[in-house]
């Protein structure tokens, strides 16, 4: 009841009179579950990211929203996702992130599964000696599959399975980088850090939308590329976020810079662009790397956020990524006190999901507009299915 009590009509009127969500998304249990169904599940979720299975049988198991998953790549170097579940007995098949050199076998009672999902083994089930049974219909008992899609080298997923297609779904924000469909390749282990911050999900969208924080949390940052050097993106419905027209690249000590991506249009020479794609990836790409950030909930109160830096080329300099690196966790590392606060602000009674500001706030305003449309359609499907 809790959840359903959430006024969200607050949140979808026009900016100059709308109220951000209430404190309840962000400290209510309750609520946090209604948006894990109407908001992460049905929607195409970032869970991790291609790179985590670069070989052939690589295998990594996974949680996102108390789902056991498991991250593989199979025998034809496609990246898949199933839950991590035997179906014989509902046993945990993969404990610790390893390499599958034959098949995925259960530890309980052995049961096999190939890299593709089917069940190949099945061991005395029909009694001792005996590995086939009349009931145990292998070909309709393989891995239950997670539906995902993979884009600039993060996985997707849909646990619903009940959104558009991925490219539809994603059709704006695919246009919008088309210059940068193209290849890129991770940084390697220095070019990937984990950072866990003690607030909602949500909040760590909202702080990434918006530039209006600049000058008084990333001052270093702001030297160069200033308040009035950023522009807007705005995709209603899709994704939010900011660019800026004065992007500086990182010199080494001899001058050299990164490599850039190929054939890209002049605005890039100096322009870079971030934006969160709904609901829960967080984007960056600039004219000589890129990178993406994954925030994983993990409960109401807390996120864990997975950063990947990548570049044109595979082979680019060493200390310079490891630069790099440390200069965006440095950035990153900035905001944790934001978000964190902003997560303790939401425990006072009185405060009744804050205002935007009509010249500022644009990006974050329709991140919340977003989500609430979300529960929206959700809290409708509910109604329409109880009646």
Same mark, same amino acid.
């Given at each position: ?111 096999? *599964? %190939?890299?593709? &999902?089917? /069940? #190949?083994?099945?061991?005395?089930? +029909?009694?001792? @000696? ?108 899709? *994704? %939010?976020?900011? &660019?800026? /027209? #004065?992007?500086?690249?990182?010199? +080494?000590?001899? @001058? ?132």
């Amino acid at each position: 009841m809790t959840a359903m009590l959430t006024d969200i009509e607050q949140v979808r009127r026009a900016i100059d009179s709308a109220n951000g969500l209430s404190n309840a998304h962000y400290i209510d249990p309750a609520v946090h579950d209604e948006e894990r169904h109407a908001v992460l599940n049905a929607n195409w979720a970032g869970l991790a990211v291609a790179s985590d299975v670069p070989e052939i049988g690589d295998a990594v198991p996974l949680e996102f929203l108390g789902q056991p998953l498991l991250l593989i790549r199979d025998k034809a170097q496609q990246v898949r996702v199933f839950f991590n579940t035997c179906r014989h007995r509902g046993m945990i098949l993969v404990e610790k992130p390893g390499k599958i050199e034959g098949a995925i076998r259960c530890p309980y009672h052995s049961w096999c *599964y %190939s890299t593709d &999902g089917r /069940l #190949v083994s099945t061991p005395h089930v +029909g009694g001792p @000696g005996h590995n086939t049974h009349e009931g145990i219909d292998r070909a309709t008992l393989g891995l239950i599959e997670v539906r995902s899609h993979v884009w600039r080298d993060v996985v997707f997923i849909n646990l619903s399975g009940t959104a558009a297609p991925f490219e539809e779904a994603m059709a704006d924000a695919i246009e919008r980088w088309a210059e940068f469909d193209q290849p890129m390749y991770h940084g390697g282990p220095e070019s990937a850090f984990t950072l866990t911050v003690n607030c909602n999900w949500k909040l760590a969208v909202e702080n990434y939308c918006e530039s209006y924080h600049l000058p008084w949390v990333h001052p270093g940052l702001n030297s160069y590329s200033r308040l009035e050097d950023h522009y807007h993106i705005e995709a209603k419905g899709h *994704y %939010s976020g900011q &660019g800026t /027209l #004065v992007y500086r690249q990182l010199k +080494g000590d001899q @001058g050299q810079v990164f490599p850039d991506f190929k054939g890209l249009s002049d605005k890039w020479n100096e322009a870079a662009e971030y934006i969160a794609l709904y609901p829960n990836v967080l984007f960056g790409v600039h004219r000589d790397h890129a990178y993406a950030i994954i925030l994983v909930p993990e409960g109401h109160n807390k996120t864990t956020e997975y950063v990947h830096l990548y570049y044109p080329t595979p082979n680019t300099d060493q200390t310079m990524r490891d630069t790099n690196a440390e200069l965006w966790k440095g950035v990153f590392v900035e905001d944790v006190f934001v978000v964190e606060g902003m997560q303790k602000g939401r425990h006072a009674q009185g405060f009744d999901g804050g205002r935007f500001s009509p010249a500022m706030d644009g990006p974050t305003h329709l991140f919340h507009d977003w989500v609430a449309s979300q529960i929206a359609d959700h809290r409708d499907n509910q109604a329409r299915a109880a009646e």
